[in-house]
């Protein structure tokens, strides 16, 4: 599974952004997926996964009620709706694909074997 971020983008705080993962590969609908984020000296943090059918989803606490996943499994692409932005959220983020094709869910970066090549979410106060 090859996958291309794409959306991120400078935004005043309170705004939104929505980000987009399109996988390449014809077994994408088998893949549980994740976001993750990465700022400046800090490690890779879990923001929110889905599972391979779209009917779990899961967000880390600090973007919960803020921040929506979604995929479509027909245009091989995964969604990252985020809206009510902080300064905090600013960082490079990251969608991926699990190791295997799972039915569940994963929160860990070495859960995940295929990585997009990231975009950058920069928030203003």
């Not at 893949?31 to 929110?48: I, N, T």
């Not at 929506?68 to 990251?94: F, G, H």
């Amino acid at each position: 599974v090859q996958l291309q971020a794409s959306g991120g983008g400078l935004v005043q705080a309170g705004g939104s952004l929505r980000l987009s993962c399109a996988a390449s590969g014809r077994t994408f609908s088998s893949y549980g997926m994740g976001w993750f984020h990465q700022a400046p000296g800090k490690e890779r943090e879990f923001v929110s996964a889905i599972s391979s059918s779209g009917g779990r989803i899961s967000f880390a606490d600090s973007v919960k009620g803020r921040f929506t996943i979604s995929r479509d499994n027909a245009k091989n692409t995964m969604y990252l709706q985020m809206n009510s932005l902080k300064p905090e959220d600013t960082a490079v983020y990251y969608c991926a694909a699990q190791r295997i094709s799972s039915a569940t869910m994963a929160f860990r970066p070495y859960e995940y074997g295929y990585w997009g090549q990231g975009t950058q979410v920069t928030v203003s106060s």
